[in-house]
């Protein structure tokens, strides 16, 4: 199975410019034999669109772009970042989602667990955290499918209660997707590295992560999206500051296999 990463710039409130982007670059992983294509945290809006949240034409507005997408996903899987509405009354009235469409429809949705409430996040206001996880099947794999900040809460002590990958890796997923927004600053790029095989570490599986890039209000995206092999290498990495698209064969990446004791010291041996 081959899967792009389409790492882009979006503009906030711009749906028709977002979606556009977003149609352009599916045809152009079709064109290079992707069977799924994956973009970042909250693509269909921009990130951060904060008060715009709170407007139901905005959200509206979202649902109408999910639907313009997935009628390009005849023949190859889309994932793509967008709100959800939360069908229950209690909590918040949205989710941070990400959406797997297939067929001309959508196949499943997963919610973001661990919502950032510090720097130049404020997601807790607008989002309610995930309350159940599982795996999403798309074309004989199961993917684990988590949103940014859900791939950093591994530490000793950790900021949230619930690390959604725990959760996950007992329906025994193929592969970790990890879609992000994830700002820059002069070495967060060697900490998102750490994390990642960190992850790879941990759950002994590949990763596919895509960060987006540009400038929206105060914040600048650096792109950087990565792709490790379950062995601990490095397999792809993007452009920083720079639109890129990355498109990798699960299968071959699979064919470096390590044992666990030599994926360790790889890893260790790199951070």
């Known amino acids: 199975m081959k899967i792009a990463l389409a790492q882009q710039n979006y503009h906030i409130g711009n749906f028709s410019a977002n979606t556009k982007k977003i149609l352009e670059a599916i045809g152009e992983a079709r064109k290079q034999g992707a069977d799924l294509v994956v973009f970042s945290e909250l693509c269909v809006c921009g990130y951060p669109p904060r008060d715009f949240l709170e407007f139901d034409d905005f959200i509206n507005q979202c649902y109408a772009a999910v639907e313009t997408i997935a009628k390009e ?52 206001r607008y989002f309610e955290p995930a309350f159940e996880w599982n795996v999403l099947e798309f074309k004989g794999k199961k993917i684990a499918l988590t949103i940014c900040e859900d791939m950093w809460a591994l530490s000793e002590n950790p900021l949230y209660r619930v690390c959604p990958m725990d959760q996950l890796i ?22 998102r590295k750490e994390v990642v095989k960190a992850n790879i570490r941990r759950y002994q599986l590949p990763m596919f992560y895509v960060n987006c890039v540009g400038s929206q209000t105060e914040i600048v995206f650096d792109g950087g999206s990565l792709v490790y092999a379950a062995s601990g290498e490095m397999v792809k990495e993007g452009k920083y500051f720079e639109e890129d698209l990355l498109v990798v064969d699960l299968e ?6 390590k044992t666990p004791d030599e994926v360790v010291r790889l890893l260790d041996k790199d951070m």
């Open 73 to 124: 996903s005849v023949d190859i899987g889309v994932i793509i970042g967008s709100p959800a509405r939360n069908p229950a009354k209690e909590g918040k009235d949205l989710f941070n989602a990400a959406w797997l469409l297939y067929q001309g429809k959508v196949q499943g949705v997963v919610y973001k667990t661990c919502l950032p409430t510090y720097d130049v996040f404020d997601e807790y």
């Open 252 to 257: 071959e990446m699979n064919k470096l296999q």
């Open 170 to 191: 007992g329906q025994q997923p193929d592969l970790m997707i990890n879609i992000s927004a994830s700002p820059f600053d002069y070495d967060h790029d060697e900490d």
